[in-house]
T-cell receptor, first 112, second 115 residues
Framework: GQQLNQSPQSMFIQEGEDVSMNCTSS?????WLWYKQDPGEGPVLLIA?????ELTSNGRLTAQFGITRKDSFLNISASIPSDVGIYFC????????????FGTGTRLKVLA | GAGVSQSPSNKVTEKGKDVELRCDPISGHTALYWYRQRLGQGLEFLIY????????KSGLPSDRFSAERTGESVSTLTIQRTQQEDSAVYLC?????????????FGPGTRLTVT
């Protein structure tokens, strides 16, 4: 099935560092979403973006909807051990359906 | 319960057998999604139900896969003649409605292993 390109695939960082990850698509999206998935659980929504250029924050998390509508970025500031998990982007295309395409995931490990 | 529930949580089956996976959405949620997540990979869209509209089946990988939903309640995903490549976690999600700003709430998934 179709998936978005997400990078990096995985990253190890020190506690307190900032983290950046991004997601790109070959087609235009109307909506970008960022999720976090912990082991054995379903993804949980972190941030939703609905307009090109939009910048939205949720605590230490900030995400942006790329101006070309083909990409999105997620930043985590001052990482803590509980930030460990898999982060997924997801997008809804302009095709008119409410089908969401998910990225390949970024695995984050935080070293205390 | 308040969240999306799925059953069974784990299923081991022999190649060639049929399996049924169940999803109980949050009460009142009109939209329901099924996704497949292979080990170490992202979520792959399978099918989407919205109220009484025809479902979007564009993600079903083959005619061995089918899903049903009765009204705005329980959904079952059926995989016939299972193959080893069907091994994955199958996730269900529900939403209040079909508009963008309604969040998808995910269940914990059913881990399917085909031996």
């Amino acid at each position: 099935g179709q998936q978005l390109n997400q990078s990096p695939q995985s990253m190890f960082i020190q506690e307190g560092e900032d983290v950046s990850m991004n997601c790109t698509s070959s087609s235009i999206f109307n909506t970008w979403l960022w999720y976090k998935q912990d082991p054995g659980e379903g993804p949980v929504l972190l941030i939703a973006l609905y307009k090109a250029g939009e910048l939205t924050s949720n605590g230490r998390l900030t995400a942006q909807f790329g101006i070309t509508r083909k990409d999105s970025f997620l930043n985590i500031s001052a990482s803590i051990p509980s930030d460990v998990g898999i982060y997924f982007c997801a997008g809804r295309s302009t095709s008119g359906t409410y089908k969401y395409i998910f990225g390949t995931g970024t695995r984050l490990k935080v070293l205390a | 319960g308040a969240g999306v529930s799925q059953s069974p949580s784990n299923k081991v089956t022999e190649k060639g057998k049929d399996v049924e996976l169940r999803c109980d959405p949050i009460s009142g949620h009109t939209a329901l999604y099924w996704y497949r997540q292979r080990l170490g990979q992202g979520l792959e869209f399978l099918i989407y139900f919205q109220g009484n509209s025809a479902p979007d089946k564009s993600g079903l990988p083959s005619d061995r896969f089918s899903a049903e939903r009765t009204g705005e309640s329980v959904s079952t995903l059926t995989i016939q003649r299972t193959q080893q490549e069907d091994s994955a976690v199958y996730l269900c999600a529900s939403r209040v409605g079909h508009l963008d700003f309604y969040e998808q709430y995910f269940g914990p998934g059913t881990r399917l292993t085909v031996t």
